[in-house]
Protein backbone atom coordinates (compact mmCIF):
# COMPACT_ATOMS: atom_id res chain seq x y z
CA UNK A 1 0.00 0.00 0.00
CA UNK A 2 1.36 3.07 -1.15
CA UNK A 3 1.49 5.84 2.07
CA UNK A 4 1.36 9.11 1.01
CA UNK A 5 1.82 12.74 2.58
CA UNK A 6 -1.24 13.67 3.52
CA UNK A 7 -1.96 10.66 4.89
CA UNK A 8 0.94 10.86 7.31
CA UNK A 9 -0.66 14.20 8.05
CA UNK A 10 -3.78 13.06 8.74
CA UNK A 11 -2.12 10.32 11.11
CA UNK A 12 -0.41 12.96 12.94
CA UNK A 13 -3.48 15.27 13.62
CA UNK A 14 -5.49 12.43 14.76
CA UNK A 15 -2.90 11.62 17.31
CA UNK A 16 -2.41 15.01 18.13
CA UNK A 17 -6.24 15.36 18.72
CA UNK A 18 -5.79 11.96 20.64
CA UNK A 19 -3.27 13.28 23.03
CA UNK A 20 -4.87 17.01 23.72
CA UNK A 21 -8.24 14.83 24.63
CA UNK A 22 -5.84 12.83 27.25
CA UNK A 23 -4.35 15.44 28.77
CA UNK A 24 -7.27 17.60 28.77
CA UNK A 25 -9.18 15.11 30.63
CA UNK A 26 -6.56 14.66 33.16
CA UNK A 27 -6.50 18.33 33.72
CA UNK A 28 -10.12 17.74 34.14
CA UNK A 29 -9.77 15.56 36.87
CA UNK A 30 -6.57 17.84 38.82
CA UNK A 31 -8.97 20.71 38.48
CA UNK A 32 -12.35 18.94 39.92
CA UNK A 33 -10.56 16.12 42.24
CA UNK A 34 -12.81 13.56 40.65
CA UNK A 35 -12.32 10.75 38.42
CA UNK A 36 -15.56 11.62 36.40
CA UNK A 37 -16.82 14.88 35.23
CA UNK A 38 -19.64 13.30 33.08
CA UNK A 39 -21.39 9.90 33.67
CA UNK A 40 -19.99 9.19 29.89
CA UNK A 41 -16.20 9.35 31.29
CA UNK A 42 -16.79 5.96 32.93
CA UNK A 43 -20.44 4.39 33.64
CA UNK A 44 -19.65 2.13 35.54
CA UNK A 45 -18.06 4.89 38.36
CA UNK A 46 -20.82 6.59 38.03
CA UNK A 47 -23.30 3.78 38.34
CA UNK A 48 -21.64 3.28 41.69
CA UNK A 49 -21.65 7.01 42.66
CA UNK A 50 -25.64 6.94 42.19
CA UNK A 51 -25.87 4.37 44.50
CA UNK A 52 -23.61 5.30 47.29
CA UNK A 53 -25.39 8.95 46.76
CA UNK A 54 -28.20 7.17 47.14
CA UNK A 55 -27.41 5.66 50.73
CA UNK A 56 -26.09 8.72 51.88
CA UNK A 57 -29.39 10.03 50.93
CA UNK A 58 -31.61 7.36 53.32
CA UNK A 59 -28.51 8.09 55.92
CA UNK A 60 -29.47 11.76 55.82
CA UNK A 61 -33.23 11.21 56.09
CA UNK A 62 -33.08 8.33 58.69
CA UNK A 63 -30.98 10.65 60.84
CA UNK A 64 -33.80 13.47 60.66
CA UNK A 65 -36.28 10.35 61.54
CA UNK A 66 -33.90 9.75 64.87
CA UNK A 67 -34.14 13.49 65.49
CA UNK A 68 -38.09 13.23 65.27
CA UNK A 69 -38.20 9.96 67.54
CA UNK A 70 -35.70 11.16 69.93
CA UNK A 71 -37.91 14.74 70.07
CA UNK A 72 -41.19 12.27 71.05
CA UNK A 73 -39.32 9.97 73.67
CA UNK A 74 -37.92 12.59 75.46
CA UNK A 75 -41.06 14.45 75.56
CA UNK A 76 -43.20 11.31 77.14
CA UNK A 77 -40.80 10.59 79.08
CA UNK A 78 -40.21 14.24 80.65
CA UNK A 79 -44.50 14.27 80.92
CA UNK A 80 -44.80 10.83 82.22
CA UNK A 81 -42.22 12.22 84.97
CA UNK A 82 -44.48 15.54 85.81
CA UNK A 83 -47.41 12.77 86.29
CA UNK A 84 -45.35 10.79 88.62
CA UNK A 85 -44.20 13.73 90.60
CA UNK A 86 -47.89 14.85 90.85
CA UNK A 87 -48.73 11.29 92.12
CA UNK A 88 -46.47 11.70 94.55
CA UNK A 89 -48.61 14.62 95.91
CA UNK A 90 -51.89 12.81 95.67
CA UNK A 91 -50.50 10.55 97.73
CA UNK A 92 -49.41 12.81 100.83
CA UNK A 93 -52.33 14.37 100.31
CA UNK A 94 -54.81 11.22 100.65
CA UNK A 95 -52.19 9.50 103.63
CA UNK A 96 -53.07 13.54 105.40
CA UNK A 97 -56.99 12.85 104.19
CA UNK A 98 -56.99 9.35 105.70
CA UNK A 99 -57.57 10.91 109.65
CA UNK A 100 -60.57 11.06 110.77
CA UNK A 101 -59.38 14.62 112.74
CA UNK A 102 -59.55 16.32 109.59
CA UNK A 103 -62.58 18.38 109.70
CA UNK A 104 -64.74 19.16 106.83
CA UNK A 105 -62.89 22.21 105.48
CA UNK A 106 -59.22 20.61 105.96
CA UNK A 107 -60.71 17.90 103.55
CA UNK A 108 -62.57 20.82 101.05
CA UNK A 109 -58.76 22.18 101.17
CA UNK A 110 -57.48 19.20 99.85
CA UNK A 111 -60.18 18.36 97.62
CA UNK A 112 -59.43 21.65 95.97
CA UNK A 113 -55.72 20.95 95.58
CA UNK A 114 -56.93 17.30 94.18
CA UNK A 115 -58.96 19.07 91.77
CA UNK A 116 -56.25 20.82 90.10
CA UNK A 117 -53.84 18.37 90.27
CA UNK A 118 -56.52 16.26 88.15
CA UNK A 119 -56.31 19.19 85.73
CA UNK A 120 -52.97 19.51 85.91
CA UNK A 121 -52.07 16.11 84.61
CA UNK A 122 -55.16 16.03 81.96
CA UNK A 123 -52.84 19.31 80.75
CA UNK A 124 -50.04 16.93 80.71
CA UNK A 125 -52.17 14.52 78.94
CA UNK A 126 -52.31 16.86 76.00
CA UNK A 127 -48.69 17.89 75.62
CA UNK A 128 -48.41 18.42 72.01
CA UNK A 129 -45.15 18.78 70.15
CA UNK A 130 -44.89 20.44 66.92
CA UNK A 131 -48.34 20.05 66.05
CA UNK A 132 -48.77 16.55 67.46
CA UNK A 133 -50.69 15.19 69.92
CA UNK A 134 -48.26 12.46 71.46
CA UNK A 135 -50.39 10.08 73.99
CA UNK A 136 -53.23 10.31 71.20
CA UNK A 137 -52.25 7.61 69.46
CA UNK A 138 -52.46 8.05 66.23
CA UNK A 139 -55.40 10.45 66.52
CA UNK A 140 -51.90 13.05 66.82
CA UNK A 141 -54.47 15.97 65.50
CA UNK A 142 -56.67 16.03 68.38
CA UNK A 143 -55.98 16.26 71.91
CA UNK A 144 -56.53 13.48 74.47
CA UNK A 145 -58.97 15.59 76.55
CA UNK A 146 -61.25 17.84 75.81
CA UNK A 147 -63.29 19.95 77.95
CA UNK A 148 -62.25 17.85 81.24
CA UNK A 149 -63.49 14.84 79.53
CA UNK A 150 -61.46 12.00 77.85
CA UNK A 151 -61.76 12.83 74.40
CA UNK A 152 -63.04 9.67 72.47
CA UNK A 153 -61.56 9.73 69.28
CA UNK A 154 -58.26 9.00 70.13
CA UNK A 155 -56.82 5.65 70.28
CA UNK A 156 -54.23 3.14 71.63
CA UNK A 157 -52.39 2.37 68.37
CA UNK A 158 -48.66 3.11 68.10
CA UNK A 159 -46.84 5.82 65.52
CA UNK A 160 -44.05 4.44 64.28
CA UNK A 161 -40.83 5.81 62.59
CA UNK A 162 -38.29 4.03 60.32
CA UNK A 163 -35.06 4.69 61.75
CA UNK A 164 -33.45 2.11 59.43
CA UNK A 165 -33.59 0.04 56.23
CA UNK A 166 -37.08 -2.07 57.23
CA UNK A 167 -36.34 -0.85 60.68
CA UNK A 168 -38.90 0.93 62.41
CA UNK A 169 -39.61 1.75 66.10
CA UNK A 170 -42.87 3.03 68.32
CA UNK A 171 -42.04 6.73 69.41
CA UNK A 172 -45.35 7.16 71.32
CA UNK A 173 -47.04 6.33 74.33
CA UNK A 174 -50.76 5.84 73.88
CA UNK A 175 -51.91 7.28 76.42
CA UNK A 176 -56.09 6.96 76.44
CA UNK A 177 -56.41 3.76 79.13
CA UNK A 178 -53.32 5.00 81.31
CA UNK A 179 -54.71 8.61 81.69
CA UNK A 180 -57.90 7.68 81.68
CA UNK A 181 -57.41 5.12 84.27
CA UNK A 182 -55.50 7.87 86.53
CA UNK A 183 -58.06 10.54 85.51
CA UNK A 184 -60.99 8.00 86.90
CA UNK A 185 -58.25 7.72 90.37
CA UNK A 186 -58.19 11.45 90.67
CA UNK A 187 -62.00 11.88 90.52
CA UNK A 188 -62.84 8.73 93.06
CA UNK A 189 -60.17 11.13 95.55
CA UNK A 190 -62.02 14.21 94.62
CA UNK A 191 -65.65 12.24 95.13
CA UNK A 192 -64.60 10.59 98.77
CA UNK A 193 -63.15 14.20 100.25
CA UNK A 194 -66.30 16.14 99.32
CA UNK A 195 -68.46 13.33 100.85
CA UNK A 196 -68.80 14.02 104.58
CA UNK A 197 -70.22 10.27 105.12
CA UNK A 198 -66.71 8.70 103.86
CA UNK A 199 -63.90 7.69 106.56
CA UNK A 200 -60.47 7.88 106.67
CA UNK A 201 -60.03 4.43 106.34
CA UNK A 202 -61.98 4.47 103.00
CA UNK A 203 -60.30 7.69 102.53
CA UNK A 204 -56.77 5.66 103.12
CA UNK A 205 -57.70 2.64 100.67
CA UNK A 206 -56.95 4.93 97.79
CA UNK A 207 -52.71 4.39 98.25
CA UNK A 208 -53.50 1.15 98.09
CA UNK A 209 -50.35 -1.59 98.51
CA UNK A 210 -50.07 -4.38 101.70
CA UNK A 211 -51.26 -2.02 104.48
CA UNK A 212 -54.07 -1.15 103.27
CA UNK A 213 -57.42 -2.73 100.91
CA UNK A 214 -55.87 -2.24 97.36
CA UNK A 215 -58.13 -2.02 94.15
CA UNK A 216 -57.12 -1.99 90.96
CA UNK A 217 -57.89 1.71 90.76
CA UNK A 218 -56.02 2.86 93.67
CA UNK A 219 -52.58 5.14 93.59
CA UNK A 220 -49.75 2.58 93.99
CA UNK A 221 -51.13 0.77 90.86
CA UNK A 222 -51.11 3.89 88.61
CA UNK A 223 -48.02 4.88 89.85
CA UNK A 224 -46.57 1.73 89.12
CA UNK A 225 -48.22 1.78 85.89
CA UNK A 226 -46.66 5.22 85.27
CA UNK A 227 -43.22 3.80 86.17
CA UNK A 228 -43.28 0.84 83.70
CA UNK A 229 -44.35 2.99 80.78
CA UNK A 230 -41.20 5.28 81.86
CA UNK A 231 -38.85 1.90 82.16
CA UNK A 232 -40.44 0.88 78.27
CA UNK A 233 -39.63 4.67 76.87
CA UNK A 234 -36.29 4.20 77.88
CA UNK A 235 -35.66 0.95 76.63
CA UNK A 236 -36.58 2.51 73.07
CA UNK A 237 -34.24 5.71 73.84
CA UNK A 238 -31.95 3.08 74.45
CA UNK A 239 -32.56 1.27 71.07
CA UNK A 240 -32.60 4.98 69.20
CA UNK A 241 -28.89 5.91 71.11
CA UNK A 242 -27.67 2.50 69.24
CA UNK A 243 -29.52 3.15 65.77
CA UNK A 244 -27.47 6.54 65.96
CA UNK A 245 -24.19 5.31 66.42
CA UNK A 246 -25.27 2.73 63.66
CA UNK A 247 -26.04 5.22 61.46
CA UNK A 248 -22.95 7.57 62.13
CA UNK A 249 -20.74 4.36 61.05
CA UNK A 250 -22.51 3.52 57.90
CA UNK A 251 -22.62 7.37 56.97
CA UNK A 252 -18.46 7.39 57.31
CA UNK A 253 -18.44 4.02 55.65
CA UNK A 254 -20.45 4.62 52.60
CA UNK A 255 -18.77 8.31 52.18
CA UNK A 256 -15.32 6.73 52.34
CA UNK A 257 -16.77 4.37 49.52
CA UNK A 258 -17.67 7.42 47.53
CA UNK A 259 -14.20 8.80 48.00
CA UNK A 260 -12.43 5.64 46.69
CA UNK A 261 -14.67 5.52 43.97
CA UNK A 262 -14.38 9.53 42.59
CA UNK A 263 -11.73 10.60 43.81
CA UNK A 264 -8.65 10.98 41.44
CA UNK A 265 -5.38 9.49 42.65
CA UNK A 266 -3.26 12.64 42.16
CA UNK A 267 0.27 11.27 42.18
CA UNK A 268 -1.23 9.36 39.57
CA UNK A 269 -2.90 11.70 37.42
CA UNK A 270 0.21 13.95 37.20
CA UNK A 271 2.53 10.86 36.42
CA UNK A 272 -0.01 10.25 33.73
CA UNK A 273 -0.16 14.35 32.65
CA UNK A 274 3.43 14.51 32.44
CA UNK A 275 3.90 11.02 30.53
CA UNK A 276 1.34 12.87 28.09
CA UNK A 277 3.03 16.10 27.73
CA UNK A 278 6.20 14.12 27.26
CA UNK A 279 4.34 12.13 24.36
CA UNK A 280 2.54 14.71 22.91
CA UNK A 281 6.21 17.18 23.02
CA UNK A 282 7.33 14.22 20.99
CA UNK A 283 4.68 13.69 18.48
CA UNK A 284 4.35 17.18 17.51
CA UNK A 285 8.38 17.33 16.72
CA UNK A 286 8.01 14.36 14.86
CA UNK A 287 5.40 15.61 12.76
CA UNK A 288 6.90 18.77 12.11
CA UNK A 289 9.80 16.47 10.21
CA UNK A 290 6.79 14.65 8.28
CA UNK A 291 5.15 17.55 7.15
CA UNK A 292 7.95 18.29 4.09
CA UNK A 293 8.24 21.26 2.27
CA UNK A 294 5.83 21.73 -1.07
CA UNK A 295 6.32 24.15 -4.12
CA UNK A 296 3.69 26.52 -2.56
CA UNK A 297 6.37 26.99 0.06
CA UNK A 298 9.07 28.28 -2.72
CA UNK A 299 6.24 30.80 -4.03
CA UNK A 300 6.88 33.59 -2.73
Known amino acids: MRVTQSMLSGNMLRNLNNSYGKMSKLQDQLASGSKINRPSDDPVIAVKGMGYRRDLAKVEQYTRNMITASSWLDSTDESLNQVGEQMKRVRELVVQAANDTNTPEDREKMKMEIDQIRQQIQDVGNTNIDGSYIFSGTRTNEPLFTGGTLNQNVNADGVNIEIFDGIQIPVNTPGKDLFKNIDDMMGKISNLLGDPTKTGKEIGDMLGGVSSSSTSDDITTMHNKVLEAQAD ?67 R
Open 233 to 299: IGARQNRVEMMENRLGIREVNVTKQLRDNESVDYAKAITEMVTHESIHQAALSVGAKIIQQTLVDFI
